[in-house]
């Protein structure tokens, strides 16, 4: 069992940066890919980036390729969403999620945080 806390959402100009982080109980942690998904108001969840176990590779949705980096500590049970150059198509709530792959896909992952809602104003 997997318990994920997502935090590091709020409000952001247009332009700006955030960062997010989400934080994992247990002493697995190292054992999952994680991935990082959002849900716009009135939209699907959408994949956003996806971290392997080791960290050692990562993906990433086109909309966001060049803008947001995915990045994990082992050690302090974490995983991280640096995003830069927001826009207002990136409002949405962003949750992470543990899985055993790396994809891109909503039903590879066992696990999931309650999401943090970061809006980016124009």
């Known amino acids: 069992q997997v318990q994920l806390v997502e935090s590091g959402g709020g409000l952001v100009q247009a332009g700006g940066s955030l960062s997010l982080s989400c934080a994992a109980s247990g002493r697995t942690f190292s054992s999952y890919a994680m991935g990082w998904f959002r849900q716009a108001p009135g939209k699907e969840r959408e994949f956003v980036a996806a971290?392997?176990?080791?960290?050692?590779?990562?993906y990433y949705a086109d909309s966001v390729k060049g803008r947001f980096t995915i990045s994990r500590d082992n050690y302090k049970n974490t995983v991280y969403l640096h995003m830069n150059s927001l826009n207002s198509e990136d409002t949405a709530v962003y949750y992470c999620?543990?899985?055993?792959?790396?994809?891109?896909?909503?039903?590879?992952?066992?696990?999931w945080g309650k999401g943090t809602l970061v809006t980016v104003s124009s």
């Open positions: 971290i392997s176990r080791s960290g050692g590779s990562t």
């Open positions: 999620a543990a899985g055993f792959q790396s994809s891109r896909y909503l039903g590879d992952y066992r696990y």
